[in-house]
Every structure is written in structure tokens, then in C-alpha cells.
């Protein structure tokens, strides 16, 4: 192919690589031209000479990245750095760092480079100790064979997203080709064997037809951004760690919307998010870490397996969960609305929610810990459930919990049962630890329970010393409290069956001491109220009148048929039958 070129500048618009300092194009420049010439208006601007990895040359460290991307002193050489379109440069470097040719431009040194208009792919083969930034400044990216953004071998891979543009990457779908076939890569639109930062204040669409939208195999952060994924595996995959402090990330995939896997090397494995606002459709898991999940911060909308309408049977091999762990799991902050097939929070260790604001409904548990499962604080609205909380113990501390479930409400038990991380993920089901007493305590909080079998269900003690509980015995077998070992509660209150949506309010004299609306109809509740002296009497006003109920300390049934006096209003038996501790199977 031959080009004319008519003047120095008009060249300078066609080539890939042009340094800053000369006054025409070199013949090195003029080659790439005509390899770049095939894909339109293409152009690769490397806009820094600084050291690979110097200080303050990370683009995709927080103010660095921002600075990129919006420059407040352009050079005078380029009065529109980065810029949108024109003719590209380099600064300082031998334009051997980038080679561009049949539209794929390939990357063999550390530093900034802006890449805007149509190519193929873009390749990241630097040294290990090279920090490579690209900035994303209307580029349109479409391999049909492979990954759109491939970086084999640096340091750090840092994608900043210019403000004010739309970037789009898609790989090749069904005729993907893998690099390295015998290590299956690179496997996603957005691949990086190293570390990788996203971040700005553009916007990026990625269409990964093949496998994996945006994924690593070292650690993964996302700063900032508006990001669209569409998977056909994970949306976004870290093998190390995944890292989230801010963006706005909507992901469809046809497998888990975020991941972390690395399960063999200490400390990684694990997901932190710290804000963002996420909206996840994921056909397996929302978001899935293979040692520890913690979140701090952030807005979520996750449907996971087609939400809890499509619940699995318990033979089911695979996993759709909202938020799920292998390890340990920490709720400090966020707001979550979780509609899942499966568990909404899964832990085969310890989960722990100190803060935030989670709206669940579940085919089975809406939060569920193999270890201990503790409610620190925060708002826990679990509007539909097999079973609302579990774990081998429950603590509750403080926060707002209201849980409704066909089966049991809290429940505190050993052994397993069909419905684990396992069961619906990596084999067998929910496994709690085999040590332990199994216990529900509650020492603080507003607790409210509505559920079909035992509302509080213990394979040990149930134990209330603190806060506000409301239990309500839907239909079906069951009791309010079942504890198979000692259950001790201060003096309670309980009642006869109430109508859904009733008006409820508990007077001692002319004191209103606890109010509430029913969310469902109950045959029976009870009610823990602070400041209740046991053998008093208190006014039940309801919509049709008002009735008189003695507080007491007696201990409600036994699981395995024991009972103690006391348990109806105003003494004697507390109606059901029943016991016998949590653990159940599963339906079918």
C-alpha cells in the first residue's frame, strides 16, 4: 500500500506514532501509518516521557488518574491533551514503545498512552516492572478473534476513562481464539495477566460473548467509572482480589456478575468493596468471593439464578447466591436490595453485619453462616425466605430485623442440610461447625419474626436479655420459641391469633410501651417488651377491641415434647406441639 504524503502535519493525522519534538513524520511513523490506515480514524497519543513506575506518573492512582484525563495546563505543543481526535503523538519515547499495524497497536514500554477511534485490539507486552496507562478517549475496540485489550506481561495495566466519552470493547464471541491454549488465554474482553486499575470519568461498554467480561489474574480495582458489562461467564473476575471503592457498574452474566478465585495463596482470594452503585442480573452468583467478602460501602441491586421465584431443588449442583463466601463475611455499610434464588448471604464461615441497610427475598436462607452468624447493627428486611437466619449460632446485638419465612424464622443449628454453598455450588450442603452449643442469643436490637414452623428454633438455648422481640406462628407446625436446650427470656407477652395488617398496641395504664402493624396473619405471637414486670397485667388494644395479658417469665416448650407452665396468656400451656431443633431438608 502507498500513501502520498502531502505535508508534514497531514501525515502526522494518519500515523500511530510520531515524535513530539520532530518537525516531520519519520519513516519508522510513516510504516505504522499505512498498517493503521485499515482502520479508520485511529490514533495512539503516548503523552508522557516520565520513568515506567516513577511516583507520580501512576495514572489510576486516585488524583493521578483524574489529572490524566482532564489536564488543567495543556503543553504548548498540544493545546487539547488527552485529546478526542487528531493527529497522535509521543513525548520524549522512541516510538519503538508502541508499533501499531493491521489496526492491533502493541505496547512494549511503561507510560501514558491515549488511545481514541476504531481498532482492532490493543496489545500490553512491556517488561514486569513497567507501568502501562491507557487512556480510553472514544475508542472503539473489536477483535473478532480474541480479547479486545490484552496485556501479557507489565507491571500494572492502569484504564482510565476520559471524561465525557463512550468506549466500547467487544472480543471475538464465537470465534475467539485463546493465545496461550494450553492456559485458556487470555479469557475475557479486558484481560490483564497483572494487575489492572480502572477508573475516570468516561463510560465503558464491554460485550463479551466468549467468556469473562473484564479479568486478572493478579488483583483487580475499580476506582470510578461508568461501566456496562454483558458476560457470558463472570462480569468481573479477579483471580487475586477484587477491590471496588467507587463507579457505576451495571454487569449481566451468564455465570457469576463478580469473582474473586484464587483459593491456594494466603491473603487473596478475597472482595472489598468500599462504594459504587452496582446493578448485577447474574444466572449464578451476584457476587462471590473464595475467601473473604467484606463490604463497607456502596448501592447494590442483585438478582441472582432468576431471583427467589426460581429457588432450586436441593440436588441442585449449582450456586445462586447474592453474596457468598467461602470464608468469612462483613457487612459494615451499603444499601442492598437481593432477590436470589439460593441463600442472599452465604458464608461457609462467619458472617457479621454491623451497619447498612439489606432488602432480601430468597428461595431459601436469606443470610446463612456454616459458623456464626452475628447482627451488629443495620437494617435486615427479609421479606420472603425459606429460612430467615441461620448459623450455628445467632447473635444479635443490635440493628432493625425483620424476617419472614415458610419454615423457621432464626434458626441456630448443628449438622447440615440441603442447601450450602455446597449443595448449590461446591458440593455437599450447608455445613455447620460440628463444635459449639447452638445458640440464639438476642442482648439488643429490635427483632421482629414471622414464620410458618419455629419462629426462634434452637438445637441449644435461646436467650433474650436486651432489646424489642415480636414473634408471630404463621400456619403450619411449630413454635414460637424452641429451644432443645435451656431457654431463658425476660418477662413476655403472649397473644392469640391476629389478621394481617392489624394495628397492635401494648398499654401499661395510659403508656403506650410497643406498637407495630402485622405484616401477615399469625395463629399465635409473643412479645418481649423492655420494662415488663413478670405477673403484671397490660392492655392488648388491637382493631376490634382490647384484652388483658399477663407478662411472664415462664419457659416456652422444649424441643423433644418437655414444657414448662405459663406459656399463655395469663398462665397456663402454651398451645402446639412440636420441637426438635433447626437443620431441616430442604423441599425438593
Known amino acids: 500500500m502507498k500513501m502520498r504524503i502531502i505535508m508534514p502535519l497531514i501525515a502526522c493525522a494518519l500515523v500511530a506514532i510520531v515524535a513530539l519534538a520532530t518537525a516531520a513524520c519519520s519513516q519508522s511513523s510513516a510504516t505504522v501509518a499505512e498498517g493503521m490506515e485499515t482502520s479508520g480514524a485511529a490514533t495512539v497519543q503516548e503523552v508522557s516521557s516520565k520513568p515506567a513506575g516513577s511516583a507520580k506518573d501512576v495514572a489510576g492512582e486516585g488524583a493521578e488518574a483524574e489529572a490524566l484525563a482532564n489536564p488543567e495546563t495543556p503543553a504548548p505543543e498540544q ?57 480510553l478517549n472514544g475508542a472503539e475496540i473489536t477483535n473478532p478473534k480474541g480479547a479486545a485489550i490484552y496485556a ?4 500494572k495495566l492502569v484504564i482510565t476513562l476520559a ?33 489492572l486499575t480502572i477508573n475516570g470519568k468516561g463510560s465503558l461498554i464491554v460485550n463479551a460473548g466468549f467468556n469473562n467480561g473484564i479479568g486478572t489474574k493478579d488483583d483487580l480495582v475499580v476506582e470510578s467509572g461508568t461501566i456496562n458489562i454483558t458476560a457470558a461467564n463472570n462480569g468481573i473476575k479477579g483471580n487475586d482480589s477484587v477491590t471496588v471503592s467507587g463507579g457505576d457498574l451495571t454487569i449481566k452474566a451468564g455465570n457469576d456478575g463478580i469473582q474473586s478465585s484464587n483459593a491456594t495463596d494466603a491473603g487473596k482470594g478475597f472482595i472489598s468493596i468500599t462504594g459504587g452503585s452496582f446493578a448485577i442480573t447474574a444466572a449464578r452468583d451476584g457476587i462471590q468471593a473464595e475467601t473473604t467478602l467484606g463490604v463497607a460501602g456502596g448501592t447494590f441491586n442483585i438478582t441472582a439464578g432468576g431471583g427467589s421465584a426460581k429457588a432450586p431443588s436441593a440436588a441442585s449442583a449449582e450456586s445462586y447466591k447474592g453474596l457468598k463466601a467461602s470464608g468469612d463475611i462483613a457487612i459494615s455499610g451499603g444499601t442492598f436490595v437481593i432477590d436470589s434464588a439460593d441463600d442472599a448471604v452465604h458464608s461457609n464461615a462467619n458472617v457479621t453485619i454491623s451497619g447498612g441497610t439489606l432488602t432480601i427475598s430468597t428461595g431459601d436462607d436469606g443470610a446463612h453462616a456454616d459458623g456464626d452468624l452475628a447482627v451488629k447493627g443495620g437494617t435486615v428486611n427479609v421479606t420472603k425466605s425459606y429460612e430467615g437466619l441461620e448459623g450455628n449460632n445467632v447473635t444479635i446485638s443490635g440493628g432493625t430485623i425483620t424476617v419472614v419465612a415458610t419454615d423457621d424464622g432464626i434458626n441456630a443449628a448443628g449438622g ?20 459449639g452449643a447452638h445458640a440464639i442469643n438476642i442482648t439488643g436490637g429490635v427483632v421482629t419474626v414471622y414464620a410458618n414452623s419455629d419462629v426462634l428454633d434452637s438445637n441449644g438455648a435461646i436467650s433474650v436479655t436486651g432489646g424489642t422481640v415480636a414473634v408471630f406462628k ?12 435451656t431457654a431463658a427470656i425476660p418477662p413476655a407477652l403472649f397473644g392469640p391469633s391476629v389478621a394481617a395488617g392489624a394495628k397492635l398496641s401494648v398499654l401499661s395504664g395510659t403508656t403506650t410501651l410497643w406498637s407495630g402493624t402485622t405484616a401477615n396473619a399469625a395463629t399465635s405471637f409473643a412479645l418481649i417488651i ?20 399477663t407478662a ?14 405459663g406459656m399463655r396468656p395469663g398462665g397456663g400451656q402454651m398451645p402446639g406441639g412440636g420441637g426438635g431443633g ?4 430442604r423441599p425438593a
Open 79 to 135: 493545546a487539547d491533551t488527552p485529546q478526542k481526535s487528531g493527529p497522535a503523538t509521543t513525548s520524549g519515547v522512541s516510538p519503538s514503545a508502541a508499533a501499531a499495524e493491521g489496526g492491533v497497536v502493541t505496547i512494549t514500554q511503561g507510560g501514558e498512552y491515549n488511545i481514541t477511534g476504531k481498532l482492532t485490539q490493543v496489545v500490553v507486552a512491556a517488561t514486569s516492572k513497567d507501568t502501562v496507562r491507557l487512556l
Open 152 to 155: 501479557s506481561q507489565c507491571d
Open 163 to 195: 471524561e465525557g466519552t463512550k468506549n466500547t470493547v467487544t472480543d471475538g464471541g464465537g470465534g475467539y481464539e485463546y493465545v496461550l491454549q494450553a492456559d485458556e488465554e487470555p479469557n475475557a474482553a479486558i484481560f490483564s495477566k497483572d494487575d
Open 416 to 435: 447440615a442440610d440441603n442447601s450450602g454453598m455446597g449443595g448449590r455450588g461446591f458440593g455437599g450442603g450447608d455445613r455447620f461447625a460440628a463444635a
Open 474 to 485: 404463621m400456619q403450619g407446625e411449630g413454635e414460637l420459641l424452641d429451644a432443645d436446650g
Open 530 to 549: 423492655p420494662g415488663l414486670e413478670n405477673g403484671a397485667g397490660y392492655t392488648l388494644r388491637t382493631d376490634g377491641g382490647s384484652t388483658t395479658l
Open 552 to 565: 411472664t417469665t415462664a419457659a416456652p416448650r422444649m424441643g423433644g415434647g418437655m414444657q414448662q407452665e
Open 582 to 585: 433447626g437443620g431441616r431438608q
